[in-house]
């Protein structure tokens, strides 16, 4: 199998995002998980014949694993600290493409290469990161705990919820062009948001309409009030590229201000 590794999570593109890396799986001989982390909230487990969680072999292996996952994770926030610390503040050909030519943000110039990197934190450690390139190409560092993990705008008021960082500033331009508090989390993806939204007694989803409906069950799934384009293909980013910042202020805000607290 091409780029398979033993005993190691592998990401690979899923059906319902065939050109991201929204899936994972790993395999260790006698037993295996999956997880799209678009749709799924914990990985499907696989045993082999005669085995199962509660046999010996399998929870050695497990523990290996987790430990394994473990020193992953804090080499991976190691590492996401040291690129921070080598960003500066600048415009990027991403966000240029999505709207905003002149904001400036965390660039990291990887020799030569302008990478535009979105800190990812839980509480108020910093787990990991999303690097997106100029092409919109976007990963995240080796082994890093995404789950439960947000880049949060503002923090002061009605609490919105969305799954990218581009969808998050065009959520920004219209709150504040709305002239209503906001706290934004990106989640980076669909079941990472219902996770964060779950923590939230109140709050907004904006949810992505992508074809397979994902956005749209999850946004349901969570029983908030939710916004979503009319056009299946479009996140709240599109849809304010494609209608204007008027109309898309003025559609975001009819969702928003019955939760609104005066």
């Given at each position: 199998m091409n780029g398979f590794q033993y005993d190691k999570w592998t990401r690979v593109p899923t059906v319902d995002h065939p050109h991201k890396k929204n899936g994972a799986y790993i395999y260790n001989g006698v037993s295996g998980a999956v997880q799209n982390w678009a749709t799924m909230e914990k990985p499907a487990t696989w045993f082999a014949e005669g085995e199962s969680a509660s046999s010996s072999v399998v929870k050695q292996r497990i523990a290996k694993s987790n430990q394994a996952s473990n020193d992953a994770k804090?080499?991976?926030?190691?590492?996401?600290?040291?690129?921070?610390?080598?960003?500066?503040?600048?415009?990027?050909?991403?966000?240029?493409?999505?709207?905003?030519?002149?904001l400036e943000a965390n660039v990291w110039d990887k020799d030569g290469e302008k990478l535009l990197v979105v800190p990812m934190k839980i509480g108020f450690k910093l787990v990991g990161l999303q690097i997106i390139n100029e092409q919109g190409e976007k990963k995240?560092?080796?082994g890093q705990q995404?789950?439960?993990a947000t880049f949060c705008m503002n923090a002061k008021g009605v609490p919105m919820f969305c799954e990218g960082y581009a969808t998050g500033l065009s959520i920004r331009e219209m709150m504040k062009a709305s002239n209503i508090k906001y706290s934004i989390h990106v989640c980076f993806?669909?079941?990472?948001?219902?996770?964060?939204?779950?923590?939230?007694?109140?709050?907004?989803?904006?949810?992505?309409?992508d074809n397979s409906g994902v956005?749209?069950?999850?946004?349901?799934?969570?029983?908030k009030p939710y916004w979503i384009s009319p056009t299946v293909g479009e996140d709240f980013n599109d849809y304010h590229q494609r209608v204007g910042s008027f109309r898309a202020s003025q559609s975001l805000k009819k969702i928003v201000m019955p939760h609104v607290t005066m």
């Open positions: 804090e080499r991976a926030a190691e590492k996401a600290g040291w690129i921070m610390k080598q960003c500066k503040n600048a415009t990027h050909p991403y966000l240029a493409s999505k709207g905003f030519p002149d995240f560092l080796y995404s789950k439960g993806s669909a079941s990472n948001m219902k996770l964060i939204a779950g923590y939230f007694p109140n709050g907004v989803i904006v949810a992505d309409n956005g749209q069950s999850t946004a349901l799934s969570t029983g």
